[in-house]
């Protein structure tokens, strides 16, 4: 065998298997966070390839050696931070199979089940998450799914459908104008709480990107929204799309779509949905509320990859009309035409997405959903909500912290008062790299995001987490380690106990006392 | 575990890594094509995801009974359509265990090994191909390398980069245009030849794309260049940039990059270069020739995932001034920033590409490459050439065909006369499923292209594809099957001997007669 050797390969795919399982038992061993220096690898490897072959072996003692020291563990459950990027045992085993097939599926006839098994895994998605009929394949209209890698992709998927759409229409509407004209005149919308990608989604498509101001609580509101529409419509600007997001990066808040939808639907006005996140949650029928007006958007997007146990890149994104996307970016040639193009249960999923290739991400999505199944699915999100209520709860019961706001696994929390102790609190917290989190900015406020991420997090991990919080606060704000540990010996006492004894009542005040004027004195 | 039992998930993974040794071992047993209709899956799987989680050992039974059948098997060596996409053992072990870490990588902290390998293994990788120093990151300059997924995203990255440079320069050259004006006068080039992703990303780029046609050697010369671009100067256009290939699609045709190069350069025209399969021969000192002039690009991209080993999605791009997408691109925000941002030797890879999000690929390649060794990597792509080179000899031997053009492992052939002929074969040799060709043009002709694809091919496998094309044609032209006996027969007689027979002469002499006149008579 060219490569290696056909038993060597599956001792060493044996190997790594034993090493991911082996790796993920433990992870919650090792800090979260790497203890390298940036050029840390390029002391570690040669500055070349060498001639001669190496060793399986030697390769996986130097992936312990120089690349594990260098990970920071998104799957563990001491990561905090960003959103989660959750895998899971059954989707490695997919990745593996999918890699070990190596097929390449930029059209049905390149790998007919590449495709067929994407559109009927983007059914079973539509019908999990309770998503309106109009997206599914699977509905009489105009439907459809598709895997893309990325939320960043699908946003710029909408955004240049949109535009193209906008620029067909408008040649006809203003035959007075020159399609430079029409396209100086684009503008789009989302708020200023949108992923990055949105912003740069403009500048890949070249087209005025307007971040409009959220409310007091990270939502964009429609009166914003109309507003803005009609101030540029004033200048002879054209709207093209509003990408909404259900589920903000900084603070998970759900754009108001229900405000937003209507106005676009009447002015031709393409609607996205960025649901990276929180689009999970909508598999919960409790949650369904999130998506009120989401009927209205021409295109959205979730992340398997996020919180769906399906790793990276997995994003599913589906259109009500995918007429629109495959008209606009619709490229042919000899060499990719094939007996079957334009069967509705085959579609040439190339037109739907910037790239030519698409690798078999469908298989990993079909062996996990059906290594979980539905209730399972359900019952892990309601279950990681419920970790991210405990952790909040936590730091409610702790005066010196506010919870600015909570959503679905997310919390956003700080110390009272001035900026600059709860950026002095998460510095020190991340250089211990015990667990890490992320700031964000909420209502003017510099805030640290808890979030719930890692493979398979469980309660202990929640206490893990606030006592390395609720410490490190201690030390920052300068209770000393008898006041610390004479604190810690009240809470634990029995609380109604705690009530009813005046002597510890006494001691918890003066300590209360000391606490205070230490803060003062920061 | 929330997701499946450790212990399950070992046994699963072993059983994954079985079955793709076993299937990559025996793939020749297989038609390379599936027998399956559009929607065949819709009649195997359910419409809905079940409640409840199932077995592993169920779903393996079922990726076998459903899946496997509608694959085409890109592996095989009977495969040459398209281009190759050849995975190695190594590398399949390699996105095991990336997505067993599960990391995701749009900035240095967000897993420092993850871009540090990212940064070695491009430098490693323009070594191994010869490239100009100025490309790699170890060289003085601003120069540097990515992992991007796909051709297309590399080529829709430089003209969009191209696009955003051009903007701001004209924009101060030309302070009484619009920026709508500029953007609406834009030009860029590529040849009738290029991948369709170079045409799709005009599209996506709201440029104006010009395919300029091709000399009848499929190749772009600098005079058609340069009177195209004159004409649209004259014209009051803005050209911006000219997308070159190494290696076209239909027929591997190289652009003449030394004729393109010097004007682009004086002009300020970007030079890109899509070397998506040829780029891997660069590692041949015998063909370090076709990159001549390549030395006055500004950007190249090769694909890993075609022809040096490593599974898709691989494609590894170099820009001369990696300044020049950052600066385009870059979009920041405060859940982004980190401590080591701006280090040389930890880019952050998000600014280099469309996409937020990265998976850890350099991780494969690194194994892959390790496993293999320079010497073994070239030694097997100049195998491949071999290959194609009997193949040839073949098609050249057999009076009926003509050999229209080859390079590296491509070889495009066709049967004499009217391009129905061709047609008609290939359709059958399709239909039959036993290897996998697909069509091109070349001098207005219908051509057959043969490819070398597949994990591992032999010598042997090219004598099965021979055999195939051969009998194929003999049935298709009429030579009946007493003939078709016969005339094998004769040819398996010693040469030497079959000179020297006044009467086999004779026999051959009248059967080939006979074969002309049936071949006049279809």
């Known amino acids: 065998m060219a490569n290696m050797d056909i038993n060597e390969f599956r001792e060493f795919g044996r190997a790594a298997i034993d090493f991911v399982a082996d790796y993920l038992e433990n992870i919650r061993d090792r800090d979260v966070l790497p203890s390298v220096e940036p050029g840390y690898l390029h002391d570690l490897l040669p500055g070349e390839l060498q001639n001669e072959p190496e060793d399986w072996k030697t390769i996986m003692e130097d ?50 089940v590449c495709t067929e098994l994407e559109v009927i895994m983007m059914n079973w998605l539509g019908q999990l998450l309770n998503l309106p009929k109009a997206f599914l394949n699977c509905d009489e209209g105009n439907g459809g799914g598709i895997i893309q890698g990325s939320a960043s992709e699908s946003i710029l998927v909408a955004v240049l459908a949109a535009r193209e759409q906008a620029v067909r229409r408008l040649r006809t509407q203003h035959p007075e104008l020159t399609e430079a004209d029409i396209r100086g005149r684009l503008v789009a919308y989302t708020s200023d709480q949108s992923n990055s990608a949105v912003e740069k989604s403009g500048i890949l498509g070249a087209i005025k990107m307007r971040l409009l101001p959220a409310d007091e609580t990270g939502i964009l509101r429609g009166s914003t929204f109309i507003q803005a529409v009609e101030e540029d419509v004033a200048k002879g600007l054209f709207p093209v799309i509003c990408v909404a997001t259900l589920g903000t990066t900084g603070t998970c808040a759900y754009d108001n779509l229900a405000e937003i939808g209507p106005y676009c639907n009447e002015h031709n006005i393409w ?110 999100i309601r279950f990681h909500i ?52 992320i ?45 610390n540990v004479a604190k810690q010996a009240i809470e634990r006492v029995e609380p109604k106990l705690y009530e009813k004894s005046s002597e510890i009542g006494k001691i918890t005040e003066s300590l209360t006392g000391m606490v205070i004027s230490s803060e003062k004195g920061q």
Not at 85 to 91: D, G, I
Not at 299 to 328: P, R, Y
Not at 403 to 421: I, W, Y
Not at 457 to 481: C, F, K, N, T
């Open 63 to 112: 992936f312990k050696r120089c690349i594990l020291p260098g990970l920071t563990h998104w799957q563990s459950p001491h990561f905090h931070a960003f959103y989660p990027s959750q895998t899971s045992y059954s989707s490695i085993v997919g990745e593996t199979l999918a890699a070990g097939l190596g097929v390449v599926g930029f059209s049905w006839i390149c790998s007919p």
């Open 271 to 380: 609607l996205h949905i960025d649901a990276a996140y929180a689009g999970a949650a909508l598999c919960l029928p409790e949650y369904t509320h999130i998506m009120k007006g989401a009927e209205l958007a021409d295109s959205l997007n979730f992340n398997l990859h996020k919180w769906m146990f399906v790793n990276f890149d997995c994003c599913a994104m589906w259109f009500k009309d995918a007429g629109s996307v495959t008209q606009s970016f619709s490229v042919d040639r000899i060499y990719l035409q094939h007996q079957f193009q334009g069967h509705s249960k085959a579609p040439d999923y190339r037109h739907w997405q910037i790239q030519l290739g698409r690798r078999f991400r469908s298989l990993k999505v079909w062996i996990t959903l059906r290594t979980m199944g539905a209730e399972k699915i359900r019952s892990l």
């Open 386 to 437: 419920q970790l991210a209520n405990r952790f909040e709860e936590y730091v409610r019961t702790d005066d010196r912290f506010e919870v600015l706001c909570s959503t679905l696994a997310l919390v956003c929390f700080r110390l009272k008062g001035d900026d600059a102790r709860s950026k002095q609190l998460l510095e020190n917290i991340t250089k211990r790299k015990k667990i890490f989190m």
């Open 439 to 483: 700031p964000a900015t909420y209502q003017g406020k510099f805030i640290i995001r808890f979030m719930i991420c890692g493979i398979d997090p469980q309660m202990h991990d929640i206490e893990y987490a606030w006592e390395e919080v609720r410490s490190q606060a201690d030390l920052l704000l300068g209770v000393d380690e008898n006041r």
